[in-house]
């Protein structure tokens, strides 16, 4: 296969999260590049969004899996046609990540093709833009399913680093209960957007508020929330009886959800409670860890310079193998403008991460043959 025509072929579905038409196009073209090899490529169908699994060997128990996803944030339709400018690709998912989906792709085809002793598979989700619900029913069809690695690539941004840690992301639902009143005696009643208010404040106390026209910080590795959406009031007259709104907080390794719970209910006012929508586990590696370092030494072989790590506050699928035991590598190439008009990918960072992918792979094969 030629990695960039398929990258190119990627970005033209409009796979939107939810365009349940757009993706299942997406899924058959993957699909159907395997056709007449050794390789056992299916969709899986979720209630939530299908996931495009792919394996060299009829085994939940691999050596090495690569995970990404295929579906994107929504975008005009001129994003959907892939532009090549100065040695960038842009469109919809160039970085985030139709461009890794395609290596993944290409390394699954790689193995197949020289026969690679190696117990190996990609799991690729199409709803990862709006939280991953198809992984995680993927994942309970198949409770048995690990790997010894796992490479995941959806941390585009800079192919000179590697990722060592990523946050928790916990999402809390806030909910204010008041009592309704004429806007103009408000001692008659209880303002529940007030009440929300003011335990948004008391949060605030405990987690600082940052901003790009504020001073930022020289160390980023700390706990965080913001408001992700928030609701209360229904004219504007009348005191609001209800209110409510989810918060979104990054939680380090120092952290746990128990911490959050115990300042949570310090913060809050009476008549406002809480729950804990969703919660995960933050994702820590060993960075002197023997593969990691081994990948790391092709990475540095392959682009010339060396390679740092970083911490992140995002959070990718891998954090379900990261609780199993599994070694998480992440890694991805150089681009800018995620979930934005001018997203792009550096092309030959493209090809880098996919020869990185190869080289790696191949290491690993040879020790299992010996």
């Known amino acids: 296969m030629d990695l960039m025509t398929t990258v190119k072929d990627l970005i033209r579905f409009r796979t939107e999260t939810g365009n349940a038409a757009e993706i299942k196009k997406a899924a058959d073209y993957i699909v159907n590049m395997f056709q007449g090899t050794e390789v056992k490529a299916e969709i899986f169908q979720s209630s939530a969004s299908p996931v ?3 394996r060299n060997a009829d085994t939940l128990d691999f050596d090495v899996i690569v995970l990404g996803h295929i579906d ?17 690709m842009y469109g919809r998912g160039t970085l985030d990540m139709k461009s890794f989906a395609a290596v993944a792709i290409n390394s699954m085809m790689y193995a197949a093709e020289h026969k690679l002793p190696l117990k190996f598979g990609v799991i690729l989700s199409t709803d990862e833009e709006k939280g991953s619900k198809s992984t995680e029913s993927f994942l309970k069809a198949y409770p048995q399913i690990k790997a010894k690695i796992v490479l995941d690539n959806d941390v585009g941004g800079d192919i000179t680093k590697i990722v060592s840690k990523c946050k928790n992301p916990v999402f809390v639902k806030l909910i204010a209960k008041g009592q309704e009143a004429h806007g103009s005696t408000p001692w008659e009643g209880v303002d529940a957007n007030e009440l929300l208010l003011q335990s948004w404040q008391n949060i605030r106390k405990i987690y600082p508020y940052y901003a790009k026209n504020l001073p930022q910080p020289q160390n980023t590795w700390f706990d965080t929330v913001h408001i992700a959406l928030i609701n209360g009031g229904q004219v504007s007259n009348v005191l609001s009886n209800y209110a409510e709104a989810l918060l979104d907080f990054r939680l380090t390794e120092n952290s746990t959800v128990e911490n959050l719970e115990e300042n949570l209910q310090k913060c809050l006012v009476d008549g406002v409670s809480y729950k804990i929508v969703s919660s995960s586990t933050p994702v820590v590696m060993d960075e002197n860890n023997p593969y990691i370092l081994d990948y790391k030494h092709f990475a540095e072989d392959i682009l010339g310079k060396s390679i740092e790590f970083e911490h992140i506050g995002g959070a990718t699928d891998s954090r379900a193998f990261a609780v199993k035991g599994s070694v998480v ?21 493209v090809k880098q991460i996919a020869d990185i992918q190869i080289k790696f792979l191949e290491k690993l094969a040879e020790h299992n043959a010996k």
Do not use: Q
């Not at 590598?329 to 960072?349: F, L, P, Q």
């Open 72 to 88: 994107v944030v929504p975008a005009e339709d001129s994003m959907f046609e892939p532009v090549e400018k100065n040695g960038r």
């Open 52 to 54: 495009v699994f792919l």
């Open 329 to 349: 590598i992440m890694h991805s190439g150089t681009g800018e403008g995620m979930h934005a008009s001018g997203e792009y990918v550096e092309i030959e960072s």
